[in-house]
């Protein structure tokens, strides 16, 4: 087995590399590969998890009377048949979540805290929550979740204290595809015998981690372990949403959608997988640009929030209670899901959500 998770250099950088591993508008773009494009005016409305995707337009429409301002008609799309977000034949797709990484001035002290109350054990190398594809389920990925030290040089030259890995089939397709479109590519690579790694740069200067990953199955940490024991209730599941703020929110949107296939114009992105363990169940992450001017993050003053879906959130919420951790007094229950909020140590308001039929 290939040891790959060496942890970081002081200077927050990778000793050694590893898998980088809604306001709705009115109305629907259109449907993506596993990808419901819903424009929602003022909120990210949440999302859907091991639902039938033809109930996944009703679920979205039902979002609406929770966090829409005036509340505003929404057509629901029918997703039984989602197209992919570029075509099925053309090589260099978004295939999911590789990684999230965020920055934080008390990094030790933050993956202890997620460590101890979500059971997102990072010792340095990142904590890897494992996932199958959603139309082709013998085929195995992970993200990877890890806290970078504020002083970090990885994300640079961006400014933002987050970067986000994403999954893609092929990296050489996809990378003359962004070159021919303009987009402005790091000169760095990354090879290895397990995976390939590359650069980008969107319209907000964010850097954007490509990963192709080479092998059958991702390559584990020795030792692997799941983040919490199985037997308890409470878990987290895997990524639900990942949320981040532009102030060019439309060109952002509009950016992700002509060059990664993430989404149309002003739409949410809904990408689909299946547990690791048991891939009879479906999930979706939800991917999302939201206007700086978003109330939807208050009170934490981050212009990212992850969303984490759990198997059971009374069990958590029961568990967190206990240890201390701040929960927001708001919680949302519709027949689409369960949602409730929470805060990290460094306030950054982290959103957990169960789904109707996680619960087993």
């Not at 596993?34 to 995707?53: S, V």
């Not at 961006?158 to 089939?169: G, K, L, Q």
């Not at 007094?329 to 039929?357: C, H, T």
């Amino acid at each position: 087995m290939i040891k790959i998770l060496q942890g970081w250099s002081k200077k927050g950088q990778r000793a050694r590399p590893f898998p980088s591993v809604f306001r709705v508008d009115p109305a629907v773009e259109r449907v993506k590969r596993r990808t419901l494009t819903i424009r929602i005016e003022n909120l990210y409305k949440p999302h859907m998890q091991r639902i039938p995707w033809s109930t996944i337009a009703l679920g979205s429409l039902l979002l609406i009377w929770v966090g829409s301002k005036g509340g505003q008609e929404v057509k629901s799309p029918q997703a039984e048949k989602s197209n992919a977000p570029v075509g099925m034949d053309q090589r260099g797709r978004i295939l999911g979540i590789g990684g999230v990484f965020f920055k934080s001035a008390n990094r030790d002290q933050m993956r202890e805290w997620y460590s101890k109350h979500l059971g997102l054990a990072d010792k340095g190398g990142g904590a890897m929550l494992r996932w199958r594809e959603h139309d082709d389920p013998q085929k195995e990925h992970v993200t990877v979740w890890t806290v970078f030290p504020a002083s970090t040089h990885y994300f640079d030259p961006s400014p933002a204290p987050f970067m986000i890995n994403y999954i893609v089939d092929d990296m050489d397709a996809l990378l003359d595809r962004l070159k021919q479109e303009g987009v402005k590519i790091d000169a760095k690579r990354m090879n290895e015998s397990y995976s390939r790694f590359a650069w980008i740069y969107d319209l907000d200067g964010n850097k954007v981690e490509l990963w192709q990953p080479t092998s059958v199955k991702p390559p584990q940490p020795e030792n692997a372990k799941p983040p919490v024991k199985m037997e308890q209730r409470g878990r987290i599941i895997g990524i639900g949403g990942v949320f981040f703020k532009s102030a060019n929110r439309d060109q952002m949107r509009e950016w992700y959608s002509k060059h990664l296939g993430l989404a149309g114009k002003g739409g949410d992105v809904m990408l689909g997988w299946r547990e690791h363990d048991d891939p009879q169940k479906e999930h979706v992450t939800v991917w999302q640009v939201f206007p700086t001017t978003t109330d939807y993050f208050d009170p934490s003053p981050a212009p990212l929030m992850v969303n984490y879906i759990v198997d059971d959130l009374d069990a958590l919420l029961d568990r967190l209670k206990q240890e201390g951790v701040k929960i927001d007094a708001k919680q949302m229950n519709a027949p689409f899901g369960r949602f409730a909020w929470i805060y990290d140590l460094d306030e950054n308001k982290v959103e957990l959500w169960q789904a109707p039929s996680t619960k087993r």
